[in-house]
């Protein structure tokens, strides 16, 4: 490593954000810092570093650990209606964790604490495992977590881990090969950072003289699981208020699908790929309906690559014990509708003005610039619509409702 005071441990962009260095630095001398557009990156101080190379070893970025591509492919939703609904897309990462934990395992997922601060945390328990279900579109800090699952493998817990590809990679590069490790991966398509979601929760609160005490990406709109709906939880005057939104209503939400606030790296994304780092690899089954069509999407239908045998471990642990409808597709089908299966999120332009605004900019003035959609008007008109006569247009267009 150079001789500066501090340096990094790859090129700025390149950086996933994983924090796997600094849990696996053995003299603690990786600090994480806040970069201009509010990510965090590693930042060693080379004084007090012994140049062990154990964070470049670790690094998911500098060392990619990839499963075979996987051999079987399925449409999967958990049957219990209430465990379906808990879930973003099928319910399947909730049953696999409730088979984990009963068997006296621990489960790690991505949780808010009481400051909406995204965190991947460890349940031990049934109810434990609530706050770890669906989707929340932000980096989760996963610091702490590695040192910790390593310890407890080294005891011998069976332990499973749910996260982005790269966290999953990196874990794996942290703890090797475990024979009690399970990794469940997600099809993902980048993260926004933590700063950004404060600030469009402060931004939130002013407007509507609130405090926001729980926000739920993916709630449900018009009786079904939406994609782009919200839920925030709010006090009103000491009194509990529950405000539904749709994404353009949210600045954080809006700019999470228009692709505009990714990290960098999630921009070259190494893992959107078909061969996956977890034993299993979860996401939403878009376009099933037209591979099934008495199947329906939006009531919540996951799409479950299974990577390796212990990932075929997983799913027969639910599917013997009846809690869960799958029906086996080709990677070819499934992937056709899913992107993220094929290469990372193209940048688009607006993304360099939008954090170049950042820098000087009120968050007020860069909500008017870049979260208003030009076009609300159409989105009242069409989200005001019956279901029926959006289906009609969508079906006219052969526009899909995914993830723009
Ligand atoms: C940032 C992000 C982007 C995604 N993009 C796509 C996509 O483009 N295409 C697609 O098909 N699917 C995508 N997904 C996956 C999808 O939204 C569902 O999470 C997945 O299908 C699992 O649903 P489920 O009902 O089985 O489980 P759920 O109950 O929804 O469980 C989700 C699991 O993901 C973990 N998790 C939630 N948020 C995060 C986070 N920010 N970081 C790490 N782990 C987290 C939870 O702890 C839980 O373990 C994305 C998910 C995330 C978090």
Same mark, same amino acid.
């Given at each position: 490593m150079a001789n500066n005071p501090n340096i990094s441990i790859l090129p700025h962009n390149d950086?996933?954000?994983?924090?796997a260095c600094g849990d696996v630095c053995p003299v603690s001398c990786i600090s994480f810092n806040k970069d201009n557009e509010g990510f965090l990156y590693p930042c060693v101080n080379n004084d007090t570093c012994?140049?062990?190379g154990k964070c470049t070893k670790t690094c998911p970025e500098l060392k990619q650990d990839f499963n075979n591509v996987p051999d079987n492919v399925m449409a999967a939703f958990a049957l219990s209606n209430t465990a379906r609904q808990a879930g973003?897309?099928?319910?399947l990462f909730g049953l696999i964790a409730e088979s984990v934990i009963n068997k006296g395992g621990k489960v790690w997922g991505a949780a808010f604490d009481d400051n909406l601060q995204l965190r991947h945390i460890c349940a031990t328990t049934i109810v434990g495992l609530e706050p770890l279900l669906r989707s929340k579109y932000l980096q989760s800090d996963t610091s702490g977590c590695f040192k910790q699952i390593a310890k407890d493998l080294k005891n011998g817990t069976l332990t499973l881990f749910c996260g982005t590809p790269c966290q999953c990679n990196a874990l794996r590069n942290y703890?090797?090969?475990?024979?009690n490790l399970y990794l469940i991966d997600l099809i993902c398509h980048g993260v926004p950072s933590q700063d950004l979601f404060d600030k469009s929760i402060a931004w939130f609160e002013k407007k509507n003289k609130c405090k926001v005490n729980r926000f739920i990406f993916r709630s449900k709109y018009k009786g079904a699981l939406h994609p782009q709906a919200f839920t925030c939880q709010c006090s009103v005057n000491g009194k509990q208020k529950n405000v539904n939104g749709l994404h353009y209503q949210f600045p954080f939400y809006f700019g999470f699908q228009k692709y505009?606030?990714?990290?960098?790296?999630c921009y070259t994304? +190494?893992?959107?790929?078909?061969?996956?780092?977890?034993d299993i690899t979860l996401g939403d089954f878009w376009g099933i309906d037209k591979l099934e069509?008495?199947?329906?999407?939006?009531?919540g239908l996951s799409e479950v690559l299974v990577n390796t045998q212990k990932g075929h471990e997983l799913m027969r642990d639910i599917i013997d014990v009846e809690k869960v409808w799958t029906k086996e597709f080709t990677f070819n089908q499934v992937a056709g509708e899913n992107g993220c299966l094929h290469g990372p999120t193209k940048m688009k332009p607006e993304r360099a003005e939008l954090f170049r605004d950042l820098q000087t900019m009120s968050f007020d003035d860069i909500v008017k610039a870049h979260?208003?959609? +030009?076009?609300q008007w159409i989105f009242d008109l069409y989200y005001g619509m019956p279901g029926f006569l959006r289906k009609i247009i969508r079906k006219v267009m052969d526009k899909r409702m995914k993830y723009e």
């Open positions: 950086c996933c954000g994983c924090r012994i140049h062990c973003s897309s099928g319910g703890v090797g090969e475990n024979r505009i606030t990714l990290r960098p790296s994304c +190494k893992w959107a790929r078909s061969e996956r780092s977890g069509p008495s199947l329906d999407p939006k009531q979260f208003v959609s +030009k076009r």
